[in-house]
């Protein structure tokens, strides 16, 4: 029964693919009985279909209809994916092995790798591409001026049009092998002029039947042989094109006039000489749009469901009531700003709902995200609960712990720091006093989460730097069966519009502007060989008792040469400005002597400050006003401007001093300085970063736990993106659970792609 039904729906597809150059009344007639047999809605549905005139939209609802009827098994007997493309070819061999390698493994992969480029094989020789052909008359070797061998042949073309094709690359092979006097030839490449006639330089020799036809190009590693893969490709598109799964539903393909898969899977690897095809290589045609909006759409799905998901698990609610909220004033030494009271309203919201909280908070470096972390943990504890804050690096945490234990000394709440230098002892004596509940907040690195602390009641998670961890981390709590109250906070923000369709699932605050009082740090960009006057400016401000951190990048992949350079810088600033007022902060240091550094140069002698690596940002040293970076060329611009962050943080001004080898310097770094440069505003930084470095590196797409994007590009699709957004959340909010059968494609095609990928939704 099974298998009838699957073979019912591969003809219900290959009818649908097949509507204009076959008999759909036909093959329709062939399998409508059985139809009918199916169900009364099938039968209904077919009465009403005029058989002289078939639309896909029909067959379309007919196998909306017939999909439920199909077990899972066999709907994965389908799976192109599963499919090897070794499927293809008789013999296995080595074209099949470095495909593989490619990353082309399936038959679906080989079908969805598209050409990027195509060409016209057309005659005309007034545009910048063309197919000559003609008669060879005679081929000569001839010496270039330079001395050089070039083959250079002649040819007669239709209406006496003389032309030359000329090769300074040959052998007796290739292509002299191939030519013959009196024979007629078809060639085609980039029409230039030679001994003022047309002419083509090393031509692809094409066949007479190609001509007046369109030829896709496909990136291709070298040892890929081009004639196999179109071999191959075709093979397959025979073969199993029909059998690509439709994944959008009839309704939003006529909205959007988007072609069928099958259709427009076709149009782009076999398009018609007159189809446009400057669209299909810019990705803006809409049977290439269709696969940007359908990978957009069932992201944004996903997304959504996982929101719900989220919302409809039931986190721990508090009572925090407005008269709690003055005592706070004790702990806080400084008024709120209007965005960090409007965002703390935002989460005691959420605290005081039964609904688990998940939340980014994004703000600019320097913005004041810590003390909403503060006054969260202290409501939270204040109801019993613990709190869990976890920051990317040791000096993070170890920073975050010292706060918190000065801003909340005069409080009763105990503080732990827990990091993977916590000797043995005291690690199993704060273990055991989370998990009796002794201490309220306990602050650490991943490994806090990591290791097998247990708490007594976790109430909130705070993650600090969340770009770093995110989804793997929540993850890991709630496999520990904690469902506490997460709070996200970030320092990289992205564009609002990506912000808010990227972290779908996530609500989102924002603090969008700074404490009162701070001056606009100003930034300045030097050559390496004007170092000297960094060094004076520097000691100038010293001088005045300023503080100054001088950053170097991790110039090698080696920790032990890394720190052979800095100490090398480190011993040069030590003579430039004195060796009692310079310190070198780097990796090796144990935790304590990490501390003593920093303290000292928060409170003591040291007045320059030598780091060697950039994970220790977000370090808050409110004396410090210079900033100097060296290298700056290394630094991507979202982590030159993390760095300037840490300066600008008192009323005086502060200076930030770029300093680059010019020698070296690529196009994409001149431009990350001069944005630096112009630009202290954090959205229209990461706006640049994002334009310059491409999405997948920004997002770090790996990290955060979200699919590979094959065929979008959130930045270029921007807008199909937010088209995306809008049509998941009408189809969600009209079907909550996608029980409908006209979202019966959704469904199966959200669970099979969102379950196998991250395993973090549940529907239906
Ligand atoms: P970030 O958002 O980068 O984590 P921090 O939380 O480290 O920023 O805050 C930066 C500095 O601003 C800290 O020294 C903090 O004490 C101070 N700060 C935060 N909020 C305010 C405020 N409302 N008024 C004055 N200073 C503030
Ligand atoms: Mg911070």
């Known amino acids: 029964m099974q298998k009838n039904l699957y073979n019912l729906k591969n003809k219900l597809y290959l009818i649908k693919n097949n509507l204009r150059n076959s008999n759909p009344k036909y093959y329709l007639k062939s399998i409508s009985d059985e139809l009918s047999r199916l169900s009364p809605n099938l039968k209904e549905k077919l009465e009403h279909i005029d058989k002289n005139n078939v639309t896909a939209n029909q067959i379309d609802s007919l196998l909306t209809e017939t ?28 074209t099949i092995k470095y495909l593989k390698k490619f990353g082309i493994k399936s038959i679906y992969d080989l079908i969805t790798h598209f050409p990027y480029k195509y060409d016209r094989l057309v005659v005309d020789i007034n ?42 690359h040959f052998n007796k092979n290739y292509p002299l092998s191939l030519l013959k006097e009196g ?36 990136q291709l590693p070298k040892n890929i042989k081009k004639k196999y893969f179109y071999n191959l490709l075709n093979s397959a598109l025979s073969k199993y094109l029909n059998m690509f799964e439709e994944t959008l539903p009839a309704k939003v393909l006529n909205k959007y006039s988007y072609p069928n898969v099958s259709e427009a899977l076709y149009v782009i690897h076999k398009p018609n000489i007159d189809e446009n095809i400057n669209a299909l290589a810019n990705k803006t045609h809409p049977a290439i749009e269709r696969f940007i909006y359908e990978e957009l759409l069932y992201l944004q799905l996903g997304l959504l469901t996982k929101k719900a998901d989220y919302e409809k698990s039931k986190g721990i609610a508090l009572n925090i009531k407005k008269q709690d909220l003055y005592s706070l004033k004790d702990f806080i030494p400084f008024p709120l700003t209007k965005s960090q009271k409007r965002v703390l309203a935002e989460i005691i919201n959420d605290l005081n709902s039964t609904k688990q909280m998940n939340r980014l908070l994004q703000g600019d470096v320097g913005s004041g995200k810590t003390v909403i972390a503060l006054i969260a943990s202290v409501l939270t504890v204040r109801e019993n609960h613990q709190v869990a804050i976890i920051a990317p690096t040791e000096v993070l945490a170890e920073q975050h712990y010292l706060n918190f234990i000065k801003y909340l000394e005069k409080s009763n709440i105990k503080i732990d720091l827990i990091t993977g230098s916590t000797p043995k002892k005291e690690k199993s004596e704060i273990k055991e006093k989370t998990k009796s509940g002794v201490n309220g907040i306990i602050i650490g690195t991943h490994a806090l989460i990591q290791e097998d602390i247990l708490f007594k009641s976790l109430g909130l998670a705070v993650v600090d730097e969340q770009h770093r961890f995110g989804v793997i981390q929540r993850k890991l709590l709630m496999e520990k069966g904690y469902r506490p109250n997460m709070l996200l906070m970030t320092a990289t923000p992205i564009p609002r519009s990506l912000a808010l369709t ?3 699932d996530l609500d989102i605050s924002i603090i ?27 000691s100038r401000e010293l001088k005045k008792g300023f503080k100054a951190y001088f950053i170097y990048p991790l110039i090698s992949e080696s920790e032990k040469i890394a720190l052979k350079d800095a100490t090398r810088n480190y011993e040069k600033l030590q003579n430039i400005f004195g060796r009692d007022i310079v310190g070198l902060l780097h990796g090796k240091l144990s935790a304590n002597e990490k501390r003593e550094l920093i303290s000292s140069f928060k409170y003591g002698k040291i007045k320059v400050l030598v780091s060697t690596t950039v ?8 004396e410090a006003t210079i900033m100097v970076i060296e290298n700056a060329e290394r630094f991507g611009l979202s982590q030159l401007h993390q760095l300037r962050g840490r300066i600008g943080r008192n009323e005086y001004q502060s200076y930030c001093l ?18 630096l440069v112009k630009c202290s505003d954090g959205f229209k930084i990461s706006e640049t970063d994002l334009e310059l470095r491409g999405p997948g590196d920004f997002f770090g797409v790996k990290q955060s736990g979200l699919p590979d994007f094959k065929f979008s590009n959130i930045v270029r699709d921007l807008l199909i993106l937010n088209r995306a957004r ?21 469904k199966n095609t959200l669970l099979n792609r969102w379950s196998k990928k991250l395993e973090l939704i549940n529907i239906g």
């Open 183 to 218: 024979k007629k030839y078809c060639f085609y490449g980039v029409i230039q002029r030679f001994n003022s006639r047309p002419a083509i330089f090393h031509p692809e020799f094409i066949n007479d039947s190609d001509i007046n036809t369109v030829k896709p190009i496909y």
């Open 658 to 675: 770029l300093v680059y080898n010019g020698k070296n310097l690529s196009e994409e770094a001149r431009k990350r300085i001069e944005a």
């Open 726 to 746: 809008k049509d998941a959340l009408d189809i969600l909010e009209d079907d909550p659970q996608l029980e409908k059968k006209e979202n019966f494609i959704i």
């Open 512 to 538: 969008d502007e700074m404490p009162p009082g701070r001056k606009e740090v100003i930034t300045k960009a030097y050559e390496e060989k004007d170092i000297e006057k960094v060094y004076e400016f520097v």
């Open 67 to 94: 999909m439920p009827l199909l077990s899972d098994k066999e709907e994965n007997n389908n799976n192109l994916s599963d499919i090897d493309i070794e499927e293809l070819s008789s013999t296995p061999n080595k």
């Open 127 to 168: 545009s910048n591409e063309s197919v000559l052909k003609g008669i060879l008359l005679k081929y000569d070797i001839v010496r270039t001026k330079s001395g050089k061998k070039m083959l250079q042949a002649f040819f007669k073309g239709q209406n006496n049009l003389y032309f030359y094709i000329i090769w300074l």
């Open 615 to 622: 994970v220790e940002v977000g370090v808050d040293i409110k």
């Open 502 to 504: 990227f972290y779908g």
